[in-house]
């Protein structure tokens, strides 16, 4: 069973340009969770997203920033108009469906490798 | 507001010690706790979740305790090696499918 994927692994953008970061959750996970790891700081969360819906995204910034899942293909963090502040780790976690039969622990988040954005 | 706080920020250990590692989260009403390891440029592996009603959980040579009531977790590590240096984060959950609050973590080296 492939792991949580995250593309691109190294993304540079200039300043005003728009970044895309994708992720994969693992086969059966249908909850995503965003993170993002600015430098010498925690992991702090974004959004957290079921199929087609976003369930909370209150560490969001409320510009600039939008999050998808669609019914079919990974899940889209899209960032407009980047700015140097943008520049961290990208971070996206997937868990299971609640009765969906799974060994894993309720609730455990299982992470990709991450997207490091550094914008110019 | 939750705060996950990871004492020490930074720990330098010869190989062979055992050492303990400490996290504290300021409001007790927690769902679940989860250590994680992250290697330098890496994402994040899940070392043990411990439910709220369980008191600890072993994974190898890691052992992870929870206290609910005093608000603390300890993540102990026997016998640690080289291969042991990385950040361990500690990150608290309210619910089922809630989000994860993290401390900044405790970066561990291990020396030969």
């Known amino acids: 069973n492939a792991g949580v994927m995250q593309n691109p692994r190294h993304l540079v953008r200039r300043r005003g340009q728009e970044a895309r970061l994708r992720c994969s959750p693992m086969k059966g996970h249908s909850h995503v969770y965003w993170y993002r790891q600015l430098p010498e700081e925690g992991l702090k969360f974004m959004v957290y997203l079921q199929k087609e819906n976003i369930i909370d995204e209150s560490g969001m910034p409320k510009e600039r920033f939008s999050a998808e899942f669609p019914k079919e293909g990974p899940s889209i963090l899209r960032i407009q108009q980047v700015v140097r502040g943008d520049s961290a780790a990208y971070f996206c976690?997937?868990?299971?469906?609640?009765?969906?039969?799974?060994?894993?622990?309720?609730?455990?988040?299982?992470f990709g490798p991450g997207t490091r954005l550094t914008v110019l | 507001k939750q705060e996950v706080t990871q004492i020490p920020a930074a720990l330098s250990v010869p190989e062979g010690e055992n050492l303990v590692l400490n996290c504290s989260f300021t409001?007790?009403?927690?769902?679940?706790l989860q250590w994680f390891r992250q290697d330098p440029g890496k994402g994040l592996t899940s070392l043990l979740l411990i439910q709220s009603s369980q008191r600890e959980q072993t994974s190898g040579r890691l052992n992870a305790s929870l206290d609910k009531s005093s608000g603390r977790s300890t993540l102990y590590i026997a016998a640690s090696q080289p291969g042991d240096s990385a950040t361990y984060l500690c990150a608290v959950s309210y619910s089922g499918y809630s989000t994860l609050t993290f401390g900044k973590g405790t970066m561990l080296l291990v020396s030969p």
């Open positions: 409001d007790s009403a927690i769902y679940n």
């Open positions: 976690a997937s868990s299971p469906p609640f009765f969906s039969g799974a060994t894993y622990s309720y609730n455990e988040q299982f």
